[in-house]
């Protein structure tokens, strides 16, 4: 499964959604929200066409790669994905990166890990 890193990173921030008018206002646990998470904020409400807050399929249809992962980010199956459930999978999506990275390092190292 290949989904755009670009988009996963800017809407796979850690911010509640919110709707702060500058970077650095607090989000609602007080936290301050980052421009990156500002920007992943933007991304998706630009993304939600009838701003309900989710995104259907429909809305992601002109963006293949995340209409590809909406199955997997569609966590409660709703047929909707909302930007707690993005926030989710990309969390995921870059851990299983992260692990197959270090995995080709090993190999390429030498240090191969063999797993049971």
């Given at each position: ?97 992260q692990r197959k990275r270090a995995a080709q390092a090993d190999v390429a190292s030498g240090n191969q890990v063999v797993k049971p």
């Open positions: 499964m290949k989904i755009s890193l670009a988009l996963l990173a800017a809407l796979g921030c850690t911010a509640a959604l919110a709707n702060p008018s500058v970077a650095g206002a607090p989000a609602q646990d007080g936290a301050p929200i980052s421009k990156g998470e500002i920007k992943a904020m933007q991304q998706f409400k630009m993304l939600d066409f009838n701003g309900d807050g989710k995104l259907s399929r429909s809305e992601v249809v002109l963006f293949p790669p995340l209409s590809a992962a909406f199955d997997d980010a569609d966590t409660n199956r709703d047929n909707l994905v909302s930007y707690a459930e993005v926030q989710v999978f990309a969390v995921k999506y870059r851990a299983e990166r």
